[in-house]
């Protein structure tokens, strides 16, 4: 079984930096993908970052050269460096794992295990 709590959101200017952190207390942490997901209220969940247990990685376009995944397998720690955050940035961001990412996507349905999500807001 596999828990995830996200933490770091926060309300930043447009221009500024947060950092998301999403931990673990289960077993098997990356056996597969591990990912970051963010859903504007309304909207459908959309794909963020996806890092698999090789340290392959992909970014939605829309953040790609801002924001950075990260894991710390020691700690079972997957991490989300967001800089030069936009105003359209603002989303509730939710980690999730064991799921499956190709190309520049992750596949929502294929992951299992979600965090409870964890709000950043970006103001102009």
């Known amino acids: 079984q596999v828990h995830l709590v996200e933490s770091g959101g926060g309300s930043v200017q447009t221009g500024g930096s947060l950092t998301l952190s999403c931990t673990t207390s289960?077993?098997?942490?990356?056996?597969?993908?591990v990912a970051w997901f963010r859903q504007v209220s309304g909207a459908e969940r959309e794909a963020v970052a996806g890092?698999?247990?090789?340290?392959?990685?992909t970014y939605a376009d829309s953040v790609k050269d801002r924001f950075t995944i990260s894991t710390d397998n020691a700690k079972k720690t997957l991490t989300l460096q967001m800089n030069s955050l936009k105003p359209e940035d603002t989303a509730m961001y939710y980690c999730?794992?064991?799921?499956?990412?190709?190309?520049?996507?992750?596949?929502?349905?294929?992951?299992?295990?979600w965090g409870q999500g964890t709000q950043v807001t970006v103001s102009s």
């Open positions: 890092i698999d247990k090789n340290g392959d990685t």
């Open positions: 999730a794992a064991g799921g499956f990412c190709s190309g520049r996507d992750c596949y929502e349905s294929t992951f299992g295990y």
């Open positions: 289960g077993d098997t942490w990356i056996s597969d993908w």
